[in-house]
Structures are given as C-alpha cells and as structure tokens.
C-alpha cells in the first residue's frame, strides 16, 4: 500500500530535550517536505527536499534540522525543543511540485507537546 | 514572500445548501492544488489545476482557476455531512518552485 508512515503519533517531551520525529515514504517520490499545524494558522512548511542530500527552507525553519540521505526517509530533528514548537506536525511526499503529478500524500501526523 | 489568503475562513451551511471557498495568492501560480481535510485527519489531495481558466468537476464538487492564474474557488453543490472538513488550497512559489504556501483553509460544518 502506497503511504507515508511517521513516528511517533505523539510525544509529550521536556524543553531542550533533541528529538527527531521520523517519516518514510515507500512510493520513490523525490519530493518530501514537513509541516506544521497550528490552530488559526493552517499549514506551513517547515523544510522541503528536493531529491536525496537536497534540503531547502520552507517558511518557519527556525528551531528545526532535517536530512535527506535516502530518498525514502526524512527525519524532523529538534535539536533543543521550545514550548512554542508544540504543534501537530505532517510529513508529506509527491512527485514535485511544479509539474503534472505534484499530489501531496501526507502522513497520518505527529502531535508533539513540548513542557 | 508569496501570500495564500483563503476566504472565509469558516462556514457553516444546513444540508443540502451549496458551499464556495476562495482562494487568492499574491503572485501568479504555476499550479493550484486543493485538500481536503476531516477533523482529526491528514490533508487529503482533491485535486490540481494547471491552465488558466481551467474548471474542473469531480461529482458535486467544482473547482476554477483563475485567468491569471492568482486566483481560484471550490463549489460544493448540495452539502452533505460528509462534506464536514477544513478544505485548504495550496500553490508553489515564494521564490522557488518547491516552496509550497497553504491556505489557511476554509472549516465546513453542515447541520443536518
């Protein structure tokens, strides 16, 4: 089944404590991109990548790392988590974004509570 | 950087009413595309228009893009309660063709 799996679903965590939520997609797109969801805010888009190694800034990089080192994988790293990072967050993959086939296929969501 | 404002941002109809959501960016759009989103749920693809002018139907639902492809609307004809969900359009720009900007996204609720 083509789909976007990411870990964990949830996660209450303590200020300044790293974490990397996971995301993997099993269907060869070369796009990935994370976002966040917050109330009134709709989804913004943390880091997008391109290809394998290819990252680039979406609109809210500030406090976020990611890496691109298999085309299936795109793990969010929070390196020193802050409360106001508490946030649902989506994983997403697609084609591209530009050309005839740019569906977004998005995971199921991380709801991340930081203390 | 490039704006995606969506209006309104919440509406609520009685079954069988129609429903329209707007959506306009600040910079012309190579592509628009629309998800659809239930409460609790992941945004889910509905679709993506490319040509100016463009109108496309999928059942009830009818999508247009703009001639100058700034601009774009979903019609829901005859609202179900499956219709409930927040609906979110969403187009690459912001200076790269990668970057893509959301909507904040309209919220349907219908009564039955």
């Known amino acids: 089944e083509a789909q976007v799996t990411q870990n964990p679903r949830y996660l209450i965590t303590v200020t300044g404590k790293k974490l990397t939520v996971t995301c993997s997609q099993n269907m060869n797109h070369e796009y990935m991109s994370w976002y966040r969801q917050d109330p009134g805010l709709g989804l913004r888009q943390i880091y997008y990548s391109m290809n394998v190694e290819v990252t680039d800034k979406g609109d809210v990089p500030e406090g976020y790392k990611v890496s691109r080192k298999e085309k299936r994988n795109f793990p969010l790293i929070l390196e020193s988590p802050s409360p106001n990072q508490t946030s649902l967050y989506f994983c997403?993959?697609?084609?591209?974004?530009?050309?005839?086939?740019?569906?977004?296929?998005f995971g199921p969501g991380t709801r991340l509570t930081v203390l | 950087g490039q704006q995606v404002m969506q209006i309104p941002q919440y509406q609520h109809v009685q079954e069988g009413e129609d429903f329209t959501t707007y959506c306009n960016s600040s910079t012309t759009l190579s592509n628009i595309q629309w998800y659809k989103q239930r409460p609790g749920g992941h945004p889910v693809f509905l679709i993506q228009l490319v040509k100016s002018g463009e109108v496309k139907k999928q059942k009830r639902l009818t999508f247009q893009f703009g001639e100058a492809k700034k601009n774009s609307s979903l019609h829901i004809t005859a609202t179900q309660t499956t219709d409930v969900g927040t609906y979110f359009c969403a187009g690459p720009g912001g200076g790269s063709n990668y970057k893509l900007t959301f909507g904040k996204g309209t919220l349907l609720t219908v009564n039955p």
């Open positions: 997403a993959s697609s084609w591209g974004t530009s050309g005839d086939y740019n569906e977004q296929f």
